[in-house]
């Protein structure tokens, strides 16, 4: 009987050593589909809901808590309930503030690339300190015509020094940094409540080349429908292949659509909105924000269910949600296994 029970204890070892060989491994080839789809979610996490701990969510997206302490604690207790870590996101710009408790300086007032340098410093202590690691952030779009101060000023080579400056910053701190909103236009009429159509011009591409070549982590694609130097075919940029696949070739990093809730691509889905993952995905995005108030639980995971079902129809490969799973668990800090 010891040895019936001993050959049985050997056998869960073997099992564990193989799915998490540390905790710093992922064998992926053994996570289920909902979980792999789960992991390119980041969601609104402004109070605890464990649910999203259950399906192993991507991450969590924050700016509603009042006290720095407050911040800390629901942070260690989603990642402390997480099996895979969690990416903790919010939006650092200036422009508007997640944290009432600290005063910040907008991009259009930094004038120069040794002032956003440290002004990605000061961010990206901030951010460390409250448990965060990814940093909505920077904006590297110029044509602004409705958030003054959410983008640097100046002419290119100057725009490029803080660009630079800023995600330096930020990196020297452990803080993963965001260029947005690719590949331009999401400024020029706003986004969350208008369909927006904007011409790019080379540009426009050449400041998120620029941050690409400065080792920006993730690239934030926007929902405006684009023309000129790149095409999206009269689809929003954030689903559109045509934008986004030209991207992937020479980045290798994240890619993360825009808020999906937006007005500006939500009324191109009426009355179909909980298919959207299903065209993100396939557009190419490696993680998809679901971050509006009302995106609780059971939407969340009505769209997650909706997708794993097209994966198990052909409608989605299986590679193409295994291509950024990886991407996101190497992203994390994990050795992926196979």
Avoid: C
């Avoid at 999401?186 to 927006?196: E, G, K, L, N, T």
Wanted: glycine share 6%; net charge positive; no cysteine.
């Amino acid at each position: 009987m010891k040895r019936i029970f001993f050959i049985v204890f050997l056998i869960i070892l073997f099992v564990i050593s193989v799915k998490m060989v540390s905790a710093e491994q992922i064998n992926i080839s053994l996570m289920s589909i909902e979980e792999k789809v789960a992991q390119m979610i980041i969601v609104r996490g402004d109070s605890y809901e464990p649910r999203f701990s259950d399906i192993d969510i991507g991450g969590i997206q924050l700016s509603k808590k009042k006290t720095k302490e407050s911040y800390k604690v629901l942070i260690e207790q989603y990642q402390k309930n997480s099996k895979i870590k969690l990416f903790i996101a919010t939006d650092m710009e200036g422009y508007w503030n997640p944290f009432s408790f600290y005063k910040s300086k907008n991009f259009a007032q930094v004038n120069n690339g040794k002032e956003a340098y440290e002004l990605g410093k000061e961010h990206g202590k901030i951010l460390k300190e409250l448990g965060f690691n990814l940093d909505f952030s920077p904006v590297v779009e110029t044509r602004n015509n409705v958030w003054p101060g959410r983008s640097f000023t100046g002419n290119n080579k100057e725009v490029k020094e803080k660009i630079k400056g800023y995600i330096t910053g930020l990196h020297e701190e452990g803080i993963m940094a965001t260029a947005k909103h690719y590949p331009g236009g999401s400024m020029i009429r706003d986004p969350h409540w208008f369909i927006v159509r904007a011409k790019i011009y080379p540009e426009d591409l050449e400041m998120f080349e620029y941050a690409i070549k400065n080792n920006v982590d993730a690239i934030m694609v926007g929902h405006a429908i684009v023309y000129g130097t790149i095409d999206s075919k009269g689809k929003q940029s954030s689903i559109s292949e045509e934008v986004i696949q030209p991207l992937r070739k020479k980045f290798a990093g994240l890619i993360i659509s825009d808020a999906i809730t937006m007005l500006g691509l939500r009324l191109s889905y009426l009355f179909k909105f909980d298919s959207i993952y299903i065209d993100l995905i396939n557009a190419g995005n490696d993680i998809i924000l679901d971050v509006w108030k009302y995106s609780d639980y059971e939407k969340v995971k009505k769209r997650i269910d909706k997708t794993v079902e097209a994966v198990k129809q052909g409608k989605i490969s299986e590679e193409r949600i295994d291509d950024s799973v990886k991407r996101i668990l190497e992203m994390k800090g994990y050795e992926i296994m196979e």
